[in-house]
């Protein structure tokens, strides 16, 4: 059964950071897209950052590209997200995801595998 345990959300003022975790069970993170999306009240799911399987390319949404960064350690199969300069459009309940090797990246639909989520909020 896959599982993933996310962790490190919570309330930081803008320009602040976070790290979020995501630890998996079930699975292996280095043979799967590993994504990150975000949903905040009233809006549609997005697409964050995803790093796929094997070589480990990264893709960013515009929104994320150069203030969050995506990793994994493999050897606690563990995905993480570090977002520095975060802004209250960043709030939103973050979601790391597993998908295979077909399908994009950036498509909801095309992962099968999601964790609980985990809450950011951006307020001073």
């Known amino acids: 059964q896959v599982q993933f345990v996310e962790s490190g959300g919570g309330l930081v003022q803008p320009g602040g950071s976070l790290r979020l975790s995501c630890a998996a069970s079930?699975?292996?993170?280095?043979?799967?897209?590993m994504g990150w999306f975000r949903q905040a009240p009233g809006k549609e799911r997005e697409f964050v950052a995803a790093?796929?399987?094997?070589?480990?390319?990264?893709y960013y949404a515009d929104s994320a590209l150069g203030r969050f960064t995506i990793s994994r350690d493999n050897a606690k199969n563990t995905v993480l997200l570090q977002m520095n300069s975060l802004n209250p459009e960043d709030t939103a309940v973050y979601y790391c995801?597993?998908?295979?090797?077909?399908?994009?990246?950036?498509?909801?639909?095309?992962?099968?595998?999601w964790g609980q989520g985990a809450q950011v909020t951006v307020s001073s």
């Open positions: 790093i796929t399987w094997s070589i480990g390319t990264r």
């Open positions: 079930g699975l292996t993170v280095s043979g799967k897209t």
């Open positions: 995801a597993a998908k295979g090797s077909l399908g994009h990246y950036g498509r909801p639909d095309d992962y099968s595998y």
